[in-house]
């Protein structure tokens, strides 16, 4: 999770300085290097010391540090522009014609964003994971449960014991697994501990169960924990936006990638048994 995506977190779960410090640092974030902390101060009607609580609310030790990484985090973005807006990527005004180029655009520019934020060492790690696990189960909430559930059904394919943790039982699922198996967990903030499916991580650490993560980028509580965690496209506002376009094409795309490794790791093996499954079910299917 992004710096940005924290404030947004913490300006909605706020109603105090924190939020108007935090509101203006998100609507200044273009330009936040001009302004000096006396005069965030002045502008939103707080005080410097109001300024150094915020920035310590999110971990640093003062307003110095904290502004200092925000503002790398800025140009970082202004350097990987995006082709279009991941969270308003067409207006009211926009034909099916538009619709159709922007949507396109998206997701192509998801897919290449991620692309270059995957680490090739972790892919490689989740990736052997899963291959060697007993038993696979992806722990996530709508809509990453869907994704998950497809992503099942492709291990599934090539005989890997895979299943999706139903919302309702995610404490239960979690508890029967072992150091043997491997937990899948999707989460675009990869923050919330006390929240599903992180609620979760706890319990599979302390049962010794490989975690492989799917999360949105900066530091965050799940890619503390993980074995491996692959990078989700983070430039989506946390609430501001059409929908979560950008993150499903990433996400999606995420999960393809680990099967296909995953697939390729023993290629002949897992092509044979695809094909067998597919010849058997299209027989069963012709005859019904």
Known sequence: MYLYHRIEELVAANTDSRRAIGSFVLSEAAHLSDFTIADIAQATFTSKASCTRFAQSLGYDGWRPFIKDFIAEQLYQEKHPA???ANFPFDAEANEEQVIEA??????????????LINRGLLARAAKLLADARRVRVFALSP????????CRKLLSIGIDAMEAVPSELGVIARSLG?????????????????????????????????????????????????????ISSRESLYSKIGTLASEASVNYLLDVLFGCVFARDYER????????????????SQA
């Not at 949507?103 to 270059?116: E, G, K, M, N």
């Not at 990453?144 to 992503?151: A, D, H, K, Q």
């Not at 897992?270 to 299917?285: A, D, P, Y």
């Open 144 to 151: 990453n449960s869907y994704m998950g559930g497809l992503f």
């Open 179 to 231: 150091e043997l198996d491997c937990a899948v967990i999707i989460s675009y903030s990869g923050n919330n501990p006390e929240s599903d499916p992180m609620r979760q991580v706890p319990i599979l650490l302390a049962n010794k169960v490989p975690i492989v993560a799917i999360a949105g980028d900066g530091n965050n509580y799940l890619r503390k924990c993980a074995n491996a965690t692959l990078t």
């Open 83 to 85: 082709f279009v807006d």
């Open 103 to 116: 949507i396109a655009d998206l997701t192509a520019d998801a897919v290449s964003d991620t692309a270059r």
């Open 270 to 285: 897992n092509l044979e048994f695809k094909l067998i499954g597919g010849r058997q079910l299209e027989s069963e299917r």
